[in-house]
């Protein structure tokens, strides 16, 4: 009997299979075989095509979405060319790279970390508070310690790059953080060597279980404030996942997404029959509705994925880009749709 009708029969044959053994089965299959998912993931920003190679490394060998996306976003983690997420990361403004990741899964279970320092992996930190601690989110020394113990090296973050950047801003200290630079004119005439300041990686799969799981790493706003923490480590402003529906992540200036708990605002605007980019609009909608001459200078995006792995996106200004991969594409989608 061939593996497709070998598992048509067992599924006549539920009552004699125990949901574990099925779903340990169903682990090892070619994707696609049984439930007729098609595993995606997508995530934000252009970085997000080599996070998406990676993670799908993992689906498309039946893997879980929240192995696959823990494995994605380590990616620009480890790129210290990318200056907004892991090791070499901006500073903020005292000369401290501090990290903020969470992570959460098909079952609402969650880990996070905020203001975590000298490690680069924040999300497999994050990971680890979610799989071995009653709690969701550890900050700052006591993150750290609980990293150490658990077996991760301190580094030191700061590259070269990233301290002259910082070195550089220290001459004028203007403490406003510019959010808003896409658009790389505009970058260009407010930080040192063209950077940009800021950019999370969000990403969110679906498995070919069925199930989604979602990631969400950065090095936040460029010479923030020492001890500020954005919406990325936040369960519901930077991320959010639930199974019955969907998942949506965030980027752009952090406290405009924790204000309106954007994540879990697009979700639910998916449970009320939105589609992903829809109930991403929405939110966008919002947050210029609550503060409209504060949206017009800053960026804010969400990405939403739903269960049945349609995507969407929405930003408030031009240049948001996010990346896709399924069986049948690995694409970057540049400026979908903006506000203003
Ligand atoms: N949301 C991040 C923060 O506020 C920054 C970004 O995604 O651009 O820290």
């Not at 593996?3 to 682990?27: D, Q, T």
């Not at 700061?158 to 001459?171: G, I």
């Not at 995507?311 to 240049?319: C, D, M, P, V």
Request: glycine fraction near 10%; aromatic fraction near 6%; include cysteine.
């Amino acid at each position: 009997m061939d593996r497709r009708k070998f598992l048509k029969n067992s599924a006549l044959l539920v009552p004699a299979i125990s949901a574990g053994e099925i779903y340990e089965l169903r682990k090892t299959l070619p994707i696609r075989d049984v439930f007729n998912v098609h595993p995606i993931v997508i995530s934000t920003w252009d970085f997000g095509i080599a996070a998406n190679k990676d993670a799908w490394q993992v689906l498309s060998h039946g893997g879980l979405a929240i192995d696959a996306v823990e494995k994605g976003v380590r990616t620009p983690e480890a790129d210290i060319r990318i200056q907004t997420i892991g090791k070499g990361g901006f500073p903020d403004r005292d000369g401290h790279v501090s990290l903020d990741a969470c992570i959460m899964d098909h079952l609402g279970n969650c880990g996070s970390v905020a203001a975590l320092e000298g490690i680069t992996h924040a999300i497999s930190v994050a990971r680890m508070v979610m799989d071995k601690t009653p709690h969701v989110m550890l900050v700052g020394e006591g993150a750290q310690q609980f990293a150490r113990e658990n077996g991760f090296e301190l580094e030191n973050l700061l590259t070269p790059e990233s301290e002259k950047a910082w070195k550089e801003w220290l001459k004028e200290k203007k403490y406003k953080p510019i959010i808003n630079i896409e658009n790389k004119t505009f970058a260009a005439e407010r930080l040192p060597g063209n950077q940009y300041n800021h950019d999370t990686i969000g990403m969110l799969a679906l498995d070919a279980h069925g199930n989604l799981g979602g990631a969400c790493t950065t090095s936040g706003m460029a010479f923030k404030m020492r001890g500020r923490v954005g919406d990325s480590p936040i369960i519901g402003a930077g991320l959010y996942i639930d199974n019955e529906v969907g998942g949506a992540t965030a980027t752009g200036v952090g406290e405009e997404v924790i204000r309106n708990v954007g994540s879990f605002l697009v979700v639910e605007l998916m449970r009320q029959g939105r589609s992903p980019e829809e109930a991403c609009r929405e939110a966008v909608e919002r947050i210029i509705h609550k503060k409209p001459e504060t949206a017009k200078d800053i960026q804010v995006g969400f990405l939403a994925l739903n269960k049945k792995g349609e995507y969407g996106a929405y930003a408030l200004q031009k240049g948001f880009s996010y990346a896709v991969c399924n069986t049948e594409k690995q694409d970057l989608l540049i400026n979908g749709k903006c506000v203003y």
